[in-house]
């Protein structure tokens, strides 16, 4: 069983590189669209995809598929495609709709290298310039299309319909100050789906795995544990 981490909006696989570090044979691709100057995918649907076939063209089998913000939506289509990879879910700071104020498509479009420093700010309970301006900087270089393209694909997302149909373990993470996806966003899968874990992860936001990686790899592999056979 091996991890594979799916970025957020506006971001780059970097954003794992803590979980890169704990756990071998991980994975953390860029997602399409973020790295190669080419236009990406603008639907959760077509993002899944792209990792569907990655996972196919490079045979990779039994994985535990974790997303972020964004990836969380794309980890959560693939679960409930029935993928046969894919042998459990992680969300980390991601829900089953992910609706987006129209305040920051109006930011995004009108001023986006201020949006992203707003957005960057809010990525964190603890907002340092460090971790902001690492974040703006991934912004930037993603860029102003995809990056709106990637927060409406998440406006679009609303697996509510068909959380029944999920048939693998789930473990939603959440940060306690997450102002993006609060921890209400987890409680819902525990509060609705059979056998589904919600983890609030203290003094928090919504880059958990950044901000509080100890806590985050411990959580994780916790989850794994409880997959293993016995």
Same mark, same amino acid.
């Given at each position: &069983?091996?991890?594979?981490?799916? %970025? +957020?909006?506006?971001?780059?696989?970097?954003?794992?590189?803590?979980?890169?570090?704990?756990?071998?044979?991980?994975?953390?691709?860029?997602?399409?669209? %973020? @790295?190669? +100057? !080419?236009?990406?995918? #603008?639907? =959760?649907?077509?993002?899944?995809?792209?990792?569907?076939?990655?996972? !196919?063209?490079?045979?990779?089998? $039994?994985?535990? =598929?974790?997303?972020?913000?964004?990836?969380?939506?794309?980890?959560?289509?693939?679960?409930? !495609?029935?993928?046969?990879?894919?042998?459990?879910?992680?969300?980390? +700071?991601?829900?089953?709709?992910?609706? =987006?104020?129209?305040?920051?498509?109006?930011?995004?479009?009108? #001023?986006?290298?201020? *949006?992203?420093? $707003?957005?960057?700010? &809010?990525?964190?309970?603890?907002?340092?310039?460090?971790?902001? #301006?690492?974040?703006? *900087?991934? &912004?930037?270089?993603?860029?102003?299309?995809?990056?709106?393209?990637?927060?409406? /694909?998440?406006? /679009?997302?609303?697996?509510?319909?068909?959380? /029944? #149909?999920?048939?693998?373990?789930?473990? /939603?993470?959440?940060?306690?100050?997450?102002?993006?996806?609060?921890?209400?966003?987890?409680?819902?899968?525990?509060?609705?789906?059979?056998? @589904?874990?919600? !983890?609030?992860?203290?003094?928090?936001? %919504?880059?958990?795995?950044? $901000?509080?990686?100890?806590?985050?790899?411990?959580?994780?592999?916790?989850?794994?544990?409880?997959?293993?056979?016995?």
């Amino acid at each position: &069983m091996r991890f594979v981490f799916l %970025h +957020g909006s506006g971001c780059t696989g970097d954003v794992f590189a803590a979980q890169l570090a704990a756990f071998q044979n991980a994975l953390a691709p860029t997602l399409p669209g %973020h @790295a190669d +100057g !080419r236009e990406g995918p #603008d639907t =959760v649907a077509a993002f899944a995809d792209a990792v569907d076939a990655e996972l !196919r063209e490079r045979e990779i089998a $039994e994985v535990v =598929v974790c997303g972020n913000s964004l990836g969380g939506a794309i980890a959560l289509e693939l679960a409930l !495609r029935n993928v046969a990879a894919v042998r459990a879910v992680v969300l980390i +700071g991601s829900g089953v709709r992910l609706r =987006v104020a129209p305040a920051i498509f109006e930011r995004l479009e009108s #001023d986006f290298p201020a *949006a992203a420093r $707003e957005l960057a700010a &809010m990525f964190f309970a603890r907002p340092s310039p460090e971790l902001v #301006d690492a974040s703006v *900087a991934t &912004m930037l270089r993603v860029g102003q299309t995809q990056t709106t393209r990637d927060f409406r /694909a998440c406006d /679009a997302f609303d697996a509510s319909e068909r959380i /029944a #149909d999920l048939r693998v373990p789930l473990l /939603a993470l959440t940060g306690d100050r997450d102002v993006l996806t609060p921890p209400k966003f987890a409680q819902w899968f525990a509060d609705r789906v059979p056998g @589904a874990q919600a !983890r609030i992860l203290a003094d928090a936001g %919504h880059f958990a795995m950044i $901000e509080r990686p100890e806590e985050t790899n411990a959580a994780l592999r916790a989850f794994e544990e409880r997959l293993l056979p016995r």
